[in-house]
């Protein structure tokens, strides 16, 4: 296998509504057929017009409740709940499941790397998300490409944050190894490799959290893999939620 070669795209200015971000990645990269582009949520979030000001929402008697407790403000709330489908846990955050089936806190609404007073959300269909960039890319390169959409997240029993794929178009999620054998002939039988968000996690590493404005990253040469797109459990099959709403009954 080749080197991995891992490019953070820099030079691209401040997103706003309307930008075409295809574009301006395209102007800035040299992608190769089976190249990986990882783009940040915020970015296509914020080019799509997925953001609200503060001043415009009017929050509920939940959204005040769950404020107070969780001392935050309610407006801010009030645009989280508006993003969830399902609220798993009130406190001491609020954990959120989204129409796409993504867990996570504060349904990934954040007032972060945008104006003061503004909310920005996660992309409503971040599979649709990845498969448009990608046309868009073959389009105007003629080149045939994987893309990630990604998004920042905590992880339980682990202290701090890592990059996970929200979205992502071109290869599947998972890398099913169920079936082959180990070094020492043994067959796997529940290996199941998450290559979307080990590639995220990289990506999110050479993005940065703060000031470093790239918030593009291009995987080249990644090996292809087989396998499936069932990256979230089931509500059947899902340990941790039903404890989650064992213990907190709505």
């Known amino acids: 296998m080749e080197n991995i070669v891992v490019t953070g795209i820099k030079g691209l200015p401040l997103i706003k509504a309307g930008d075409n971000i295809t574009a301006m990645i395209c102007e800035r990269a040299t992608i190769e057929h089976g190249d990986?582009?990882?783009?940040?949520?915020?970015?296509?979030?914020?080019s799509k017009g997925h953001t609200k000001a503060l001043a415009e929402i009017t929050p509920s008697d939940r959204a005040v409740r769950l404020g107070r407790l969780n001392k935050e403000d309610p407006r801010f709330v009030q645009a989280v709940l508006d993003a969830s489908k399902d609220i798993l846990m009130e406190y001491p955050f609020i954990l959120s499941e989204l129409p796409f089936g993504h867990i996570g806190v504060r349904a990934g609404v954040d007032q972060s790397n945008i104006d003061d007073g503004?909310?920005?959300?996660?992309?409503?269909?971040?599979?649709?998300?990845?498969?448009q960039i990608r046309e868009e890319i073959r389009q105007r390169t003629g080149k045939k490409t994987g893309v990630i959409i990604t998004d920042t997240?905590?992880?339980?029993?682990?202290?701090?944050?890592t990059g996970h794929a929200i979205g992502w178009?071109?290869?599947t999620a998972i890398r099913d190894f169920r079936g082959d054998v180990d070094l020492f002939g043994h067959e796997l039988k529940i290996t199941e490799e998450a290559v979307v968000d080990?590639?995220?996690?990289?990506a999110n590493f050479v993005m940065g959290e703060s000031n470093n404005?790239?918030?593009?990253v291009l995987f080249h040469n990644c090996p292809a893999w087989k396998g499936h797109d069932e990256i979230y459990f089931s509500k059947e099959e899902d340990i941790?939620?039903?404890l989650l709403i064992e213990h907190n009954p709505k």
């Open 240 to 242: 941790t939620r039903k």
């Open 36 to 46: 990986i582009l990882c783009i940040a949520s915020t970015i296509y979030s914020k």
């Open 198 to 202: 080990e590639i995220a996690g990289f």
């Open 118 to 131: 503004m909310v920005i959300f996660l992309p409503p269909d971040p599979m649709h998300a990845a498969a």
């Open 169 to 171: 178009s071109g290869f």
């Open 153 to 161: 997240c905590g992880r339980s029993f682990r202290r701090g944050q």
């Open 213 to 216: 404005g790239v918030p593009a």
